[in-house]
């Protein structure tokens, strides 16, 4: 059994950074791609980013790209997501999630674990 445990959300000011961390632990981290998903109130959850599995590999969502950074520490057994000039479009519930293979991926389906979530707001 996997476990994805994730943190750093909170309220931040338009405009304003947070960094998120992810937590894992249950089974060999550094095998599989991981990857970062929000879902906003009555919306679907949607992709933000994602990473392969030596972390020299990623690939974001256009709505965040060129703002969210994400990087792993395998030593770590940790994801990140640095999140920068925040948007009022921004705020949702962020979930991290492993995939079932190693290259970055998209797709839902191709996530097998995920955590519980944390709430990222914005203020304006």
């Known amino acids: 059994q996997v476990r994805l445990v994730e943190s750093g959300g909170g309220l931040v000011q338009a405009g304003g950074s947070l960094r998120l961390s992810c937590a894992a632990s249950?089974?060999?981290?550094?095998?599989?791609?991981m990857g970062w998903f929000r879902q906003a109130p009555g919306k679907e959850r949607e992709f933000v980013a994602t990473?392969?599995?030596?972390?020299?590999?990623?690939y974001y969502a256009d709505s965040v790209k060129g703002r969210f950074t994400i990087s792993r520490d395998n030593a770590k057994n940790t994801v990140y997501l640095q999140m920068n000039s925040l948007k009022p479009e921004d705020p949702s519930v962020y979930y991290c999630?492993?995939?079932?293979?190693?290259?970055?991926?998209?797709?839902?389906?191709?996530?097998?674990?995920w955590g519980q979530g944390t709430q990222v707001t914005v203020s304006s």
């Open positions: 990473i392969n599995w030596s972390g020299d590999t990623t």
């Open positions: 999630a492993s995939a079932t293979v190693r290259f970055t991926t998209v797709q839902t389906m191709r996530y097998n674990y």
């Open positions: 249950g089974r060999t981290f550094s095998s599989y791609a």
